[in-house]
């Protein structure tokens, strides 16, 4: 029997502002998936500056409102990037490893607050944000069907020597671990047990 085509029972964006928001949370997403993108990103738009602002009471309006911005990215990233519409469309048939890598290297926010909390420790900043690139791209190099347990361990490490080597600046203990998850294993891996979630629901609707 002939392997089945994706590329035909994937939805593709649609035309607009709405389409750029599929090509970022994968088309045909559903509204819980949609509503968790939401709900998690407005969380983090607002614990992240609170949070912030708790260590350093000083912290000037610029430094909270970027904290609030990153922490929409990858509070709601958390999420968006475990949802099997959004891992549909990044690791969809005709998908490059490439593509994977360079969305990760966008996420410049190691150096961004460091710029903004006045700590400028660029050291630091650069061993984050390289060693999770590295570590990006060595998930790519794993067999598909071992990405996720792979993932997993990299983000272990990663972790851990982050917050040895390069810890982030005072009241931005948030940022490694959601960025990490975000970009590692979420956006890095084919399936997540979210999956199980959609299956479910769509049971539920044919009984």
């Known amino acids: 029997?002939?392997?089945p085509n994706t590329k035909a029972t994937i939805p593709q964006p649609r035309d607009?502002?709405?389409?750029?928001?599929?090509?970022?949370?994968?088309?045909?997403?559903?509204?819980?998936?949609?509503?968790?993108?939401?709900?998690?990103?407005?969380?983090?738009?607002?614990?992240?500056?609170a949070l912030v602002r708790r260590q350093n009471p000083g912290?000037?309006?610029?430094?909270l409102a970027v904290a609030a911005a990153v922490g929409a990215d990858v509070g709601g990233g958390a999420w968006c990037n475990e949802t099997p519409s959004c891992?549909?469309?990044?690791?969809?048939?005709?998908?490059?490893?490439?593509?994977?890598?360079?969305?990760?290297?966008?996420?410049?926010?190691?150096?961004?607050?460091?710029?903004?909390?006045?700590?400028?420790?660029?050291?630091?900043a650069a061993a984050s944000y390289a060693s999770l690139l590295a570590s990006a791209a060595i998930l790519e190099l794993a067999p598909r069907d071992k990405r996720r347990s792979v993932a997993g361990g990299l983000y272990t490490v990663w972790l851990a020597g982050t917050s040895i080597v390069a810890p982030a600046p005072s009241g931005y203990a948030w940022l490694p671990p959601l960025l990490g998850f975000k970009l590692l294993v979420?956006?890095?891996?084919?399936?997540?047990?979210?999956?199980a979630l959609r299956r479910r629901r769509r049971g539920f609707r044919r009984g």
Request: glycine content about 16%; charged content about 20%.
């Open 16 to 49: 607009g502002a709405l389409g750029e928001w599929d090509k970022l949370a994968g088309p045909g997403a559903a509204r819980w998936e949609n509503a968790g993108t939401l709900g998690f990103a407005a969380a983090g738009a607002i614990a992240a500056p």
């Open 186 to 195: 979420g956006h890095g891996t084919p399936r997540g047990p979210l999956d």
């Open 87 to 124: 891992k549909r469309w990044y690791h969809r048939d005709g998908s490059r490893r490439l593509g994977r890598i360079g969305f990760a290297a966008l996420h410049l926010y190691p150096f961004l607050v460091e710029a903004t909390s006045g700590r400028g420790d660029w050291r630091a």
């Open 1 to 3: 029997m002939s392997a």
């Open 59 to 63: 912290a000037n309006p610029i430094e």
